[in-house]
């Protein structure tokens, strides 16, 4: 005999994937009259995307919106639901939906008096206006026959809810690339970074256990307000809560959830710092809070960063009356646009990082539907230098990268730059190698070197310590600094000399900066990458200056034409990234 849960199962309806299909989109192909398409195929005629420069847009269309009662909805009007749950249309619009029939209960029309009971169906039709969202790619990292390994941009939701729905990471993976997907993990709309998408309930299954299990580490890059402590590692425990979800405010809270996120700097340009952050659990917005609580905002955060809202303290130790708070929140959008502590509205300045434009109101309202229209987003609407940067199995039998966004490089550039004029600096060889090397602390710099700059066989990164060690007297580095290499550091010397990696462990520095991975040509097997990651060192390639440093490491080698063996000094700098660094953006299963 046939169990009822048996023959649930056996009406599950399932799509072409294998996936569940939720009962909203089932009925959303039931054809509401003989006279009207079904809601499916009217949402469909909405599928049209527009690149305009920075932006992409989704003309208006058509969209019946289905829900059924959330529990905080539960025994109230649905008119009250209306103006505390959504922000994007004011009460005006929703009284006139549901007076004009546009709102249904359980397939009946609603009227203003209606109350929304535990399991009841919510259906509202609208002209959706979506907003426009970043154009930047939605980069493939890696996939196989269950996922897709995704590096989401910023300003773009992962899937549809709110005012968004085609203009979504699945959504567009979809409609540009054939791929029907399904999230594993979630990204706040403005954080960019690494998300896995299943292809299958199998590998939603996989990829899901494991997040569940906690067996995935996450490291994540934000940019903050100011500099960061050089400690080893500061870690932050405190609980969190979503005090306003109306705004998406959330905060540290005695009554919150269990949170943990351990932080270490990178860099520290003189006026923000590149952390590296990684997140023991996943609350709402979890480093964002964190870090504005302890006192080191992401630097453009619309949020928590928002000097207008928070006041010069910006929230530091869970400073801040939330009403308050959440009130000043409200109105952005709507009479005000989204400011941070990087970008700030002002329109009595033409500095480069001051703003006057973003989402608001226009005034205006929608010839069809009378919905208030709003002004294109602006830089704080659309990017948060918060990014999913590496995920990796706690086994390691995985891993996935991807680059280091731009806004976390490019005040490094420079140093990179001068370090490949030292690499200039070294005379013509025909077997060795050139190599330049800046030491930076807090942005200025403390000493160069390059390739044999002091006598005998020295390499850049060793002539750049020993030359900082003579001049001062020290034996170390100050905590903080950084060091910029053309190439990556030798693990291994063949004289028998002091490898530059070990040299660098030898010192306070935690960053190390790589203008270009040794090529093959070079010996094949250098461990330095893992090396300094095993002691949590950063290892960060600024990309650009590939073509340059090869070609300045190799200035007096005979051609290729001349020689059918690459030049071999009697001790060349050690090769590449290892093996299995190589791997590191591909699946080890």
Same mark, same amino acid.
């Given at each position: ?13 399932? !799509? ?17 009259? $003989? ?19 920075? &932006? ?8 019946? +919106? ?8 539960? !025994? ?35 009227? %203003? ?18 907003? $426009? ?17 995704? @590096? ?20 567009? &993976? ?66 969190? &809560? ?50 504005? +609580? ?89 990017? &948060? ?42 005379? $013509? ?12 602390? @807090?942005?200025?710099?403390? #000493? ?19 030359? +900082?060690? !003579?001049?001062?007297?020290?034996? @170390? ?6 060091? +910029? ?8 010397? %063949? ?78 700098? #050690? ?15």
């Amino acid at each position: 005999m046939t169990s009822r849960n048996e023959r649930k199962k056996e009406n599950v309806k399932r !799509d072409e994937a294998g996936f569940r299909v939720k009962r909203q989109h089932l009925d959303s192909e039931v054809q509401l009259s $003989p006279d009207h398409i079904t809601i499916k195929d009217e949402i469909a005629q909405g599928a049209e995307y527009v690149i305009e420069g920075p &932006l992409r847009r989704v003309p208006p269309y058509y969209f019946t +919106y289905i829900t059924f009662c959330k529990q905080r909805w539960r !025994d109230r009007k649905l008119m009250d639901i209306f103006t505390t749950e959504f922000r994007d249309k004011d009460e005006a619009y929703y009284r006139k939906a549901i007076a004009e029939g546009q709102v249904y209960v359980n397939d009946k029309k609603a009227d %203003l008096n209606t109350v929304l009971r535990n399991g009841e169906k919510m259906r509202h039709r609208t002209h959706k206006h979506e907003p $426009p969202v970043t154009s930047r790619e939605v980069k493939i990292v890696h996939e196989d026959d269950e996922l897709v390994v995704i @590096d989401k941009p910023s300003g773009m939701p992962v899937h549809p809810t709110g005012r968004y729905r085609f203009n979504t990471a699945v959504m567009i &993976l979809k409609h540009e690339r054939g791929l029907h997907v399904h999230p594993c993990n979630r990204l706040d709309r403005l954080t960019s970074g690494l998300m896995f998408m299943a292809k299958n309930p199998k590998g939603a299954e996989k990829m899901g256990q494991q997040l569940r299990s906690r067996e995935v580490r996450k490291e994540y890059i934000a940019r903050v307000i100011g500099e960061f402590p050089a400690a080893e590692e500061i870690v932050c425990e405190e609980p969190l &809560l979503t005090v306003d979800p109306k705004v998406a405010l959330n905060r540290v809270h005695a009554e919150g959830k269990e949170a943990k996120t351990a932080f270490q700097r990178i860099s520290y340009d003189g006026q923000t710092s590149v952390v590296k952050c990684k997140p023991f659990t996943g609350r709402t917005h979890q480093i964002r809070v964190h870090l504005q +609580y302890l006192g080191y905002p992401i630097a453009n955060d619309p949020i928590y960063s928002n000097v207008s809202v928070w006041g010069e303290n910006l929230g530091k130790g869970g400073d801040g009356d939330t009403k308050e708070i959440a009130a000043k929140l409200d109105r952005i959008g709507k009479d005000k646009v989204a400011e941070s502590w990087f970008f700030p509205v002002t329109q009595e300045t033409t500095s480069h990082n001051h703003i006057d434009s973003g989402e608001r109101l226009t005034g205006s309202k929608c010839d069809v539907c009378e919905t208030d229209l709003y002004t294109d987003p602006g830089p704080n609407d659309l990017d &948060l230098w918060l990014h999913a940067q590496r995920y990796y199995a706690e086994d390691m039998s995985w891993s996935y990268e991807t680059p280091m966004p731009d806004w976390a490089l490019e005040s490094h550039r420079p140093f990179m730059q001068m370090a490949l004029e030292e690499a200039r600096k070294c005379g $013509p060889t025909e077997t060795a190698f050139s190599v330049g090397a800046v030491l930076v602390k @807090d942005g200025e710099v403390l #000493e160069t070197g390059y390739s044999r700059e002091l006598p005998g066989n020295t390499h850049a990164e060793q002539c750049a310590l020993q030359k +900082y060690f !003579d001049r001062t007297g020290e034996k @170390d580095v100050p905590p903080g600094t950084v060091i +910029y290499t053309t190439m990556e550091p030798c693990s291994l010397r %063949l004289s028998g000399n002091e490898p530059c990696v070990d040299r660098i462990l030898k010192t306070s520095i935690k960053t190390v900066f790589v203008g270009v991975m040794e090529p093959d040509t070079f010996v094949k097997k250098n461990t330095g990458l893992d090396k300094l990651r095993h002691a949590g060192v950063e290892y960060i390639h600024i990309p650009g200056f590939e073509a340059e440093a090869i070609k300045a490491a190799t200035f007096g080698h005979p051609s290729k034409e001349s020689t059918e063996e690459p030049a071999q000094s009697e001790e060349p700098k #050690e090769s590449t990234e290892s093996e299995e660094a190589k791997e590191s953006t591909q699946s080890k299963e």
